[in-house]
């Protein structure tokens, strides 16, 4: 059917197509590598209440199964061939802009916080793994937060990253879901056999509503969000027809909500009013198992990078060279240049605070509720009055999506008044 056909150029772009497993693993990883800082998600059950922090969960994950369809849907019915496309069909050159600053922001955020995960789990691991290992002066580097980062990015990160086929990265895609699970699992054995003196207070285990209800609404958002992905993964299936989209979508959604669900009651319930931003800090330095997951999270880490890489190169071939051929000169230096810039960062920065909560939180929201719902409003048909059934849940949608934003930027910018709030620098 011709309506089946309309995104072809997306896979004709790439020299072959995967299957609906090869997509799903990384669509899945895409919302798991960022949602793995959804080891913090335990936290915004905290902060949001028990029953509402679950209520949270189910509602966002099926608002996020919606708008990554609806970007394909808008789309087709636009005539692009990526999200910056469509923004521009809908809203000319200033959507064209605004696109691919929040898509490049999220993307190249979520690379420097992948940096520096990878710096506060692998060392810590090696040191727990060899505890002399800091007496020998050559392999002392491993445990050496800077030389790791260096090694796993240029190692495992840039060659990955070096690719042109996102299908290609379903293995790794796949490992790093396998990764996630033994963090899953990690946490659920362990967290029972925590010492009491780590534990929370039993009596606030089951809340109704936190006093943090929309820092929750804003983190379980950020850990849910692959749309700045989902044109690519649509493009890379071999048959790209939105029946088959759709179930990569359904199944990787699902996959997602049940690790972070699982992942966040879990612990939840044990540390209760202690409940830390990432849960392994919960844990003792000395938990041999919850050692295993710290390495299963910076692996996580750099398999995944490369996604968000392909999303910053793919966001500045659209916007400057969208008319002109593929230049293998010009794919290697993006490469290079991004994945680079993102490293330094991470080598000098512990924690990258209110701007990543900034350009992380704000522009996550953006992509995932925002732009979706007011692209299709702009393509429906004109005649459709706002509140018809077609339209509505676009409305409500982006008006959920402007609430969260605002809200979200005005507590970032608050929390630089705080001694919290400030960067930490590692050098």
């Not at 990253?161 to 899953?184: E, N, P, T």
């Not at 393509?379 to 949608?397: E, G, H, M």
């Amino acid at each position: 059917m011709e309506d089946e056909i309309d995104l072809d150029a997306l896979a004709s772009k790439r020299t072959s197509g995967g299957g609906l497993l090869n997509s799903t693993a990384n669509m899945a990883n895409s919302i798991l590598g960022a949602g793995i800082i959804g080891t913090c998600l335990p936290y915004a059950v905290r902060q949001a209440g028990f029953f509402t922090g679950l209520v949270l969960l189910v509602i966002l994950c099926a608002v996020t199964d919606w708008t990554i369809r609806l970007i394909v849907v808008n789309a087709k019915l636009s005539g692009g061939h990526s999200y910056i496309d469509v923004m521009n069909h809908c809203f000319g050159s200033s959507g064209r802009a605004a696109v691919s600053f929040f898509q490049f922001s999220f993307a190249f955020g979520g690379m420097c916080a992948f940096g520096i995960i990878i710096g506060d789990t692998i060392p810590h691991v090696m040191r727990s793994a060899f505890p002399k290992l800091s007496t020998i002066p050559i392999l002392k580097l491993l445990a050496n937060r800077q030389f790791m980062i260096v090694l796993c990015t240029v190692c495992v990160s840039y060659p990955l990253s070096l690719y042109r086929d996102i299908h290609k990265l379903s293995r790794a895609s796949g490992l790093a879901l396998v990764g996630m699970l033994v963090i899953v699992f990690s946490v659920l054995i362990e967290g029972p056999h925590a010492p009491s003196e780590l534990k929370g207070d039993p009596s606030k285990k089951f809340t109704v509503i936190g006093p943090g209800i929309f820092q929750a609404i804003g983190v379980i958002s950020f850990a849910f969000v692959c749309h700045h992905n989902s044109l690519l993964i649509y493009g890379s299936l071999r048959t790209p027809t939105l029946d088959r989209f759709a179930k990569v979508t359904h199944i990787s959604t699902f996959i997602s909500l049940v690790s972070c669900t699982t992942l966040a009651v879990s612990a939840y319930v044990v540390f209760t009013d202690k409940t830390e931003g990432n849960i392994l800090n919960n844990f003792s330095p000395n938990d041999t198992l919850i050692n295993v997951a710290r390495f299963a999270f910076g692996l996580n880490m750099f398999t995944t990078l490369p996604l968000e890489l392909f999303v910053c190169r793919e966001v500045i071939e659209q916007f400057f060279f969208s008319h002109e051929t593929f230049n293998m000169q010009r794919h290697v230096f993006f490469t290079t240049t991004i994945l680079f810039s993102s490293m330094f960062v991470a080598l000098i920065t512990c924690d990258l605070g209110v701007m990543l909560e900034i350009t992380g939180g704000v522009s996550a929201t953006t992509l995932a509720f925002i732009f979706p719902a007011v692209c299709y409003i702009k393509l429906c048909d004109k005649q459709l009055v706002w509140y018809s059934r077609t339209k509505l849940p676009a409305v409500i949608c982006a008006a959920f999506g402007l609430i969260v934003m605002i809200i979200s930027l005005f507590l970032a910018l608050a929390k630089t008044w705080t001694p919290e709030g400030r960067t930490k620098l590692c050098v």
